[in-house]
């Protein structure tokens, strides 16, 4: 069975720094595009960012742009997100999400329907 797993959460201090990853296992996830939303405490889930099957095409949401960095090492059926500058208001499950019909630009757009798989989410809580 196909999963995501997301680790690298923790507390941080703002202005700090933190590398999620995202482990695919029970089969290739080398053609997917991989996403990455959050979803803050009382509110709605968002997209954060999002990258194409071969690494060379990202998105960000514009609160994260300039801060936060997705890559992948599809060998390793791995994701990552590299984050930079960390705010109070980044607060916030993480979750790891795929997408095997989906444009990275569509995953942006369409806020996480059309996602085929989810992770269960890893807490990153940056203090003030």
């Known amino acids: 069975q196909a999963q995501l797993a997301e680790s690298g959460g923790g507390l941080v201090q703002a202005g700090g720094s933190l590398r999620l990853s995202c482990a695919a296992s029970?089969?290739?996830?080398?053609?997917?595009?991989m996403g990455w939303f959050r979803q803050a405490p009382g509110k709605e889930r968002e997209f954060v960012g999002s990258i194409s099957w071969s690494g060379g095409i990202t998105g960000y949401a514009d609160s994260v742009k300039g801060r936060f960095t997705s890559s992948r090492d599809n060998a390793k059926n791995t994701v990552y997100l590299q984050m930079n500058s960390l705010k109070p208001e980044d607060t916030a499950v993480y979750y790891c999400?795929?997408?095997?019909?989906?444009?990275?630009?569509?995953?942006?757009?369409?806020?996480?329907?059309?996602?085929?798989?989810w992770g269960k989410g890893t807490l990153v809580t940056v203090s003030s």
């Open positions: 999400a795929a997408s095997n019909s989906l444009t990275q630009g569509a995953l942006k757009r369409l806020g996480g329907s059309g996602v085929d798989y």
């Open positions: 029970g089969r290739t996830f080398s053609s997917y595009v």
